[in-house]
């Protein structure tokens, strides 16, 4: 039971390039979310899914786009990097008694 | 829609010392509580919640926190910390009717010295 797995855990990118958050959970729970953390702010929601099929905004979502390819994947893209997206990710997934079970993070410097 | 307010950035306590970290939110309606710990390099992890009942709630590893309604906090108190409590500490809230938008405090550094 490996719980929530995300790849890779360090990129570098130049501003423009596009790439590819991956994230997959393995106890079958329902709601996954993507969550950015940078010093003195906590973690702010980007996106979340309650479902398999079904995506919705948090308070930044702004210059991502997310993917929830079925009941254990949840990806995160961004299209055209800037450098205020520079920040570790996290992914993360629910139990039904609203406990979230968070991955290790992917850092993420955007040049 | 809800905040939260961790008081304090930074908290450096002595080994089997109490400590306490102090959160304060603000919703205009019912809320989930939690209190999740960071250790370095690492994600975030569960240490407890409050859904309902009574308002003071046990965790893991010897933490504690109590809901006050009227206050709007939720203070977290462990009351002999270790070594290994160094982390970082975040305080979370959610509407009840909305539980999958979680919103986080900024965060305090615990640094236990021996």
Redesign the interface.
Known sequence: NAG?TQTPKFQVLKTGQSMTLQCAQDMNHN?M?WYRQDP??????IY?S?SEGTT?K??VPNGYNVSRLNKREFSLRLESAAPSQTSVY?C?S?TL????Y????TRLTVT | AQSVTQLDSQVPVFEEAPVELRCNYSSSVSVYLFWYVQYPNQGLQLLLKYLSGSTLVKGINGFEAEFNKSQTSFHLRKPSVHISDTAEYFCAVSERAAVNKLTFGGGTRVLVKP
């Open positions: 929530v709601s979310y003195g702010m906590g973690l702010r929601l979340y309650a919705d948090g308070e996290f993360a629910t008694s609203y406990e979230q968070f991955g290790p993070g």
